[in-house]
Every structure is written in structure tokens, then in C-alpha cells.
């Protein structure tokens, strides 16, 4: 039973246990039944199955989950230090003709009619090595396919990458073995287990925070539930300005590291993916690109056409934000990224020194003057019965006024608003600057 006090590693907690439970990639799930049903009628298909794929994208999980949907017993080799030809002979070869002992030493009984699933985990590392001795891994690659080949036990090996899995004595394991893609997990299947989690965790997270950390994952599972679970961390609610916990936002060296790949690096796949890294809202990133495009590119022609994808992407950021719509986020990404990197041919050299966005630093600057609009708005509001915005747009200039011109009604609404000092200061202040304006236009027109 799963104790709360107990800290539990959510991609754990959370890892299905039926192949039903398994998000995505449903014919690859199809085929991993398949192949287990012809195991179960004693005329299996293949040997073994490789199931291939990028990290955190439920391989595993569909192997053990396999196994749990037909009552088979797993006997499972992942640790690389147990890879060796020794110990594939040791464990591995008595699996898979009959009963034996896992590495624990515990004895493995295929009971009458049931099957063991036999799962190499990490199988392409297990050939990397360049050993050659009793303990190299050419050794355990030979092994493996003996073992294959004498099976009587289905046998699932799990590799991210094809290549080294299949060189060398390794192209054997393609007659042997059927394969089985995995893909990355799409983005809305992802949002939905997230949101999932959340709830059955009590935490309210904000839709935009997942998002970010479903955009940042790359399909992913494992790391958007890792970076959920410490965003979440010792609260119940997060906001969008808690994901700068999560380590992948701001600094401006970073960013600046990211435009300068857009700017500069031919592989428009390594330019999406630094974008992507910087974990940060598009909104933002397409600051820092507008700001610094005229110092990288002074060819008008690819200025404007630069400029033409940042428009572009500008909008998609816009119908986001208005319709809640996040999965817009990945065409804006790659308008601003790869768009903005293909509107120039020419390689570019020596050093730009960037800047940090002009309209950043002017909203830093009037940041306090923004929140106390904000809050006298509020008060006004829930005096008039408006909500706050429309306060501020209709009710604030009119009590500004009357607040100047009426000390008796500065003094009554100052007690029934509760105004602190600061508010009162804004409100006052701020007539005086608008007053040395209209001064300044006016002698301006004279
Ligand atoms: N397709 C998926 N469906 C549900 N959870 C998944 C899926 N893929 C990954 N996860 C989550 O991520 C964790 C790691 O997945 P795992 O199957 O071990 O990945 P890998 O593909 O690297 O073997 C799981 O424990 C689970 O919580
Ligand atoms: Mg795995």
C-alpha cells in the first residue's frame, strides 16, 4: 500500500500496470499483445521482440505491463554491470529453457502454462562497450543472441538507439527478433495525464505550467512527471512564476545563447530544440529575437523576412493566449526559431553584442506603478461593482480627478478604500507628471 508520509517517485506511483493504462502508441501496445498471444499458443511469431524507442516513453512500462496482463513472471537484467557474457549465461540462458534463479537468488518457477518474460533493459548500451574479454560486451552480445536462439521463454529487449543494438553480431538479433517503434507522447495525451496526476495529488497547477512542461519534455513522460512532481514540491498550488523553480528559465546568458543559435547555427533541428531548452514562454523568447534581430541581420531582404515569421509567429502567441489553445505554442516556437534562422543564407561570424529587451525593462521599471494601479483598481471595483480592469479603464481617470480637485473627497475615500500611502502618492504623482506633459506638448506647439 502506498504510504503519504513516504516520499514515492511519481513516474512510480503512476506507472500503469495494464497495457490498457499505457498512454499512446497503441499500435505498438496491439503488436506487444500479439506477439504475447502467439507465445500463449505455443506458436510465437518471433523469438523475441526489440522495442525501440527515446527515453520516458513507456517501453518498460509495456513490458512489465505485458507481463502483469498474462500472469507471466518477469525476470529483468538492467543494471549494466550485470551484462556481461558471464552473467547473461548465469541468468539469462537458464530463463529462458526453464526454471531458474533471478538475481536475487530467488527461484523462478514458470508455472504450469505460464510463460517468463525475460526483459533486457537498455539493451543497445549493453553493446557499446569495446571489451573483448570474458566480461566484455562483444561477449555479452554473442550471448544473448545463444540465448535467443535456444529460448523457450519470450524474450523482450529494450534499446533507444537501433544502430548500435543492431551492429555487428547484433544484425542477428534482426532475424530473431520482431521490432516495436515507440513514439514520443503527444502533447495533448501528456497535458491529460499531467492534469491526472495533479488532481489525484490535490494540487492546482496552473494549464499554462503544464504546458511549458509538456513543450519542454519532447514527449518525454518521464521527465514532464519528474519536473511536475518538483515544481509541486511543498505546495498546492502552482503559478506560472513557480516554473522558474524548475530550472529551465531566465538567466540572460542562457537566452542569449539561444538567440545566438537561431542567429547562427545551420541545423534548424538544433536551433528548435535551444529554443525549446530555454523552458521559457513564448512570449517571451519573441522579445529577445525582435530585440536583437537588427544587430544579426542588416540585409533589408532578410530583415523583413525575419521579421515576416516573427509577425507570424506573434499571432500564433496571440490566438494562445486568447483561446487557451497552448498546443499553438509549437507553430509560434518554430516561426520564431527555425523561421527566423532560414530567413538568412549567410553564415555569420564575429561577435553582436545583445540586448536585453527594451520593453522588459521598461515594464520592469513601471512594475510597482503597474501593481498599484492594480490594487486601487480593485478597491474601486468592488465600491462600483465593476470588476478591476473595467475600474481602471473607466472609473480611475474620473476618481483621479475629483480625488485632486475635492480634498473632502480625497479624506472620505481615502478612509473607505483603506488607501495606503504609496496609492495615494501614484494617484497624486501621477497628475503632476501628466500636468508637466501637458505643459511640455504644450510648449511644443507654440
Ligand atoms: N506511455 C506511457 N503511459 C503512461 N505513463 C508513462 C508512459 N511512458 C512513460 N510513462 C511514465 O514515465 C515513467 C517511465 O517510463 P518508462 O516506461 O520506464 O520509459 P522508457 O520508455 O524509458 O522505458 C513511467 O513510470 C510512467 O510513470
Ligand atoms: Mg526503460
Redesign the pocket.
Known amino acids: 500500500m502506498y504510504d503519504p508520509k513516504r516520499w514515492t517517485n511519481?513516474?512510480?506511483k503512476?506507472?500503469?500496470q495494464r497495457l490498457s493504462?499505457?498512454?499512446?502508441?497503441r499500435k505498438s501496445v496491439e503488436e506487444l499483445k500479439r506477439w504475447a498471444e502467439g507465445w500463449r499458443e505455443g506458436k510465437p511469431s518471433k523469438k523475441g521482440l526489440v522495442l525501440l524507442?527515446?527515453?520516458?516513453?513507456?517501453?518498460?512500462?509495456?513490458a512489465l505491463a505485458l507481463a502483469n496482463d498474462f500472469g507471466w513472471t518477469v525476470v529483468e537484467l538492467n543494471a549494466s554491470d550485470q551484462r556481461s557474457a558471464d552473467s547473461i549465461n548465469r541468468i539469462v540462458k537458464p530463463s529462458a529453457l526453464n526454471e531458474s534463479f533471478d538475481l536475487d537468488g530467488n527461484f523462478v518457477l514458470a508455472r504450469e502454462g505460464k510463460r517468463k518474460l525475460i526483459v533486457l533493459?537498455e539493451a543497445d548500451n549493453l553493446y557499446e562497450g569495446r571489451g573483448e574479454g570474458k566480461l566484455g560486451d562483444k561477449g555479452g552480445k554473442q550471448a544473448i543472441v545463444e540465448a535467443l536462439k535456444i529460448s523457450q521463454q519470450p524474450m523482450v529487449l529494450?534499446a533507444n538507439n537501433q544502430r548500435s543494438l543492431f551492429k555487428g553480431v547484433g544484425n542477428e538479433l534482426k532475424k530473431l527478433c520482431s521490432l516495436v517503434k515507440?513514439l514520443p507522447?503527444d502533447r495533448e495525451s501528456q497535458f491529460k495525464?499531467l492534469k491526472t496526476v495533479c488532481a489525484k495529488e490535490g494540487k492546482r497547477v496552473e494549464p499554462e505550467v503544464l504546458w511549458l512542461i509538456v513543450e519542454h519534455s519532447s514527449g518525454d513522460?518521464?521527465s514532464a512527471?519528474n519536473d511536475l512532481q518538483s515544481i509541486c514540491t511543498g505546495k498546492n498550488e502552482v503559478r506560472k512564476t513557480d516554473t522558474l523553480a524548475l530550472g529551465y528559465r531566465e538567466r540572460e546568458t542562457v537566452i542569449f545563447e539561444g538567440i545566438r543559435e537561431i542567429f547562427r547555427n545551420p541545423d534548424l533541428r538544433l536551433v528548435r530544440k535551444k529554443v525549446l531548452s530555454l523552458g521559457e514562454e513564448p512570449k517571451n523568447i519573441i522579445l529577445w529575437i525582435d530585440e536583437n534581430l537588427p544587430y544579426e541581420y542588416q540585409n533589408p531582404d532578410e530583415l523583413s523576412k525575419a521579421y515576416d515569421c516573427l509577425a507570424q509567429s506573434d499571432l500564433f502567441i496571440g490566438r494562445s493566449l486568447h483561446t487557451q489553445q497552448y498546443k499553438l505554442w509549437r507553430y509560434a516556437i518554430d516561426l520564431m526559431s527555425c523561421g527566423v534562422a532560414g530567413a538568412s543564407k549567410r553564415p555569420r561570424m564575429g561577435y553582436t553584442r545583445y540586448q536585453f529587451p527594451q520593453w522588459l525593462i521598461k515594464m520592469k521599471r513601471t512594475q510597482r506603478e503597474r501593481q498599484l494601479k492594480r490594487s486601487i483598481g480593485e478597491k474601486l471595483g468592488r465600491l462600483c461593482h465593476l470588476s478591476r480592469l473595467s475600474a481602471q479603464i473607466h472609473q480611475l481617470p474620473f476618481f483621479r480627478q475629483l480625488f485632486k480637485n475635492d480634498k473632502e473627497f480625497a479624506q472620505e475615500m481615502t478612509s473607505q478604500l483603506n488607501l495606503s500611502r504609496e496609492e495615494i502618492k501614484l494617484l497624486i504623482e501621477e497628475e503632476k507628471e501628466k500636468k508637466e506633459r501637458s505643459l511640455f506638448d504644450f510648449s511644443i506647439k507654440q
Do not use: A
Open positions: 511519481w513516474c512510480e503512476y506507472r500503469p493504462d499505457v498512454v499512446g502508441n524507442g527515446n527515453p520516458g516513453i513507456g517501453k518498460t512500462t509495456s533493459d529494450i515507440f507522447i495525464l513522460l518521464r512527471l
